[in-house]
């Protein structure tokens, strides 16, 4: 399996606020995928971050709210733009694709824990 | 619509007890089944995965599930708790095909283990 990394692991932002994080791979992968997980309850899907191109959103979330990156195999930012007090949650990244993995097997990162005031 | 149902949202057993979380899937073709731990302040670790024959699969930890078609389940067990199995599961299913590879979450379920 590989080291997949998150930054920041947690932070406390203002509302009207943006925030980025970030996942870093340790290995080239070939998808990677952002979700949310809100307060008590399961993960959703945001979208999938295409390398080279646009992200792939999921029904209810847009590019203007959650801009993502993938500049490269190993790397991919997700901002969470103007934030509110209803975007506190914890961010996780996953990715698939890795060597010796099974095909459709997804590996998550240790999430970033979101709070907004 | 696909979907995965964790009928149960929070388990308390015993530690040295066996354990069975249920899930339950709707899904139109044959489906790609995981399980996944989370501890607290922790990302998700998967526990074990079926994908096609052997319908009993293994995964870390002392963990198996069963995939039966015929119930659309896929239950998670253990035949002896330890303590630090207290966490977060949840059951997923994975969509596939076009840009997309999706993985579909159960709500979780919570397992407490008391001494």
């Known amino acids: 399996s590989a080291v997949i990394s998150q930054k920041p692991s947690r932070d406390i932002c203002q509302r009207g606020t943006s925030l980025t994080i970030q996942c870093q791979v340790d290995s080239q992968v070939t998808m990677m995928f952002w979700y949310r997980q809100q307060p008590g309850q399961s993960l959703t899907l945001i979208a999938t971050?295409?390398?080279?191109?646009?992200?792939?959103?999921e029904s209810g979330f847009v590019i203007d709210k959650f801009p993502i990156s993938r500049p490269n195999l190993t790397f991919s930012t997700l901002t969470v733009s103007n934030m509110s007090p209803e975007d506190s949650s914890i961010y996780l990244c996953?990715?698939?694709?890795?060597?010796?993995?099974?095909?459709?097997?997804?590996?998550f990162g240790p999430g970033t824990r979101l709070t907004v005031l | 619509a696909q979907s995965v149902t964790q009928p149960d949202i929070h388990i308390t057993v015993s530690e040295g007890a066996s354990l069975e979380l249920r899930c339950n899937y709707s899904y139109g073709a044959t489906p790609y089944l995981f399980w996944y731990v989370q501890s607290p302040g922790q990302g998700l670790q998967l526990l074990l995965k079926?994908?096609?024959?052997?319908?009993l699969v293994q995964g870390i930890k002392g963990f198996e599930a069963e995939f039966k078609r015929s119930q659309s389940s896929f239950n998670l067990r253990k035949p002896s708790v330890h303590w630090s199995d207290a966490a977060e599961y949840f059951c997923?299913?994975?969509?596939?095909?076009?840009?997309?590879?999706?993985?579909?979450f159960g709500t979780g379920t919570l397992l407490a283990v008391q001494p």
């Open positions: 971050a295409n390398q080279g191109s646009e992200a792939t959103y």
């Open positions: 079926y994908f096609s024959g052997d319908t």
């Open positions: 996953s990715v698939e694709g890795l060597a010796g993995a099974t095909y459709n097997e997804q590996f």
């Open positions: 997923a299913v994975a969509l596939y095909g076009g840009a997309t590879n999706k993985l579909i």
